[in-house]
């Protein structure tokens, strides 16, 4: 596609429950980033995808938190035992390379009540 | 600590102003920097990326500088116009292997008719 897309745009869920958010990025990208927004917070790090490397998992803030790219192509971000802290904006960005431009996705608002 | 800042936190302009945001960060050992603008509710649009070896980035109205020596970089924006309105995010890939983007919190811009 053209650019970064992500789904669900908007996700509520219930304490408890597990989501999945999904990331495609741009055709022929090969690192792939997820940063969180949290309402009236900056943008935090929170995993990095390059290849066939391991991934850059530093900014998970626990494990509750995983996510999983096939190749070069799509990732998904899994939080599990979702709690109220966790309601944000999960945004997905790809870069052709590494330190190259990234362009990020739209975006999934995520609410946990 | 790695950290990216930037001032003023919010800027109301009447149209047609040239106006600078100014964006800091911590070690100077960066790889690059990127400029993006956030529109409400919407994902993040890249506007410029300055690479270290660089000392400015153009593109139409707007002009990115950068000093690495001292920590700096400006974003200047010539004649604003009401569509410029939107939050401006500095982020910068710090060197030490390091991949991800470190984003200041931003400046929200309101260029006014």
């Known amino acids: 596609g053209a650019g970064v897309s992500q789904s669900p745009s908007n996700k509520v869920t219930e304490k408890g429950k597990d989501v999945e958010l999904r990331c495609d990025p741009i055709?022929?990208?090969?690192?792939l980033y997820w940063y969180r927004q949290r309402l009236g917070q900056g943008l935090e790090f929170l995993i990095y995808?390059?290849?066939?490397?391991?991934?850059?998992k530093s900014g998970l803030p626990s494990d509750r938190f995983s996510a999983e790219r096939t190749g070069e192509s799509v990732s998904t971000l899994t939080i599990q035992r979702t709690q109220q802290e966790d309601s944000a904006v999960y945004l997905c960005?790809?870069?052709?390379?590494?330190?190259?431009?990234?362009?990020f996705g739209p975006g999934t608002r995520l609410l946990v009540l | 600590k790695q950290e990216v800042t930037q001032i003023p936190a919010a800027l109301s302009v009447p149209e047609g102003e040239n106006l600078v945001l100014n964006c800091s960060f911590t070690?100077?050992?960066?790889?690059?920097l990127q400029w993006f603008r956030q529109d409400p509710g919407k994902g993040l649009t890249s506007l410029l990326l300055?690479?270290?070896?660089?000392r400015e980035q153009t593109s139409g109205r707007l002009n990115a500088s950068l000093d690495k020596s001292s920590g700096r970089s400006t974003l200047y924006i010539a004649a604003s116009q009401p569509g410029d309105s939107a939050t401006y995010l500095c982020?910068?890939?710090?060197?030490?292997?390091?991949?991800?983007?470190?984003f200041g919190a931003g400046t929200r811009l309101a260029v006014h008719p």
């Open positions: 960005a790809s870069s052709f390379k590494v330190r190259e431009t990234q362009y």
């Open positions: 055709s022929g990208h090969t690192a």
């Open positions: 995808f390059q290849g066939n490397s391991a991934p850059d």
């Open positions: 070690d100077s050992a960066i790889y690059n």
């Open positions: 300055i690479q270290s070896s660089q």
């Open positions: 982020a910068v890939v710090f060197s030490g292997g390091y991949n991800k983007l470190i």
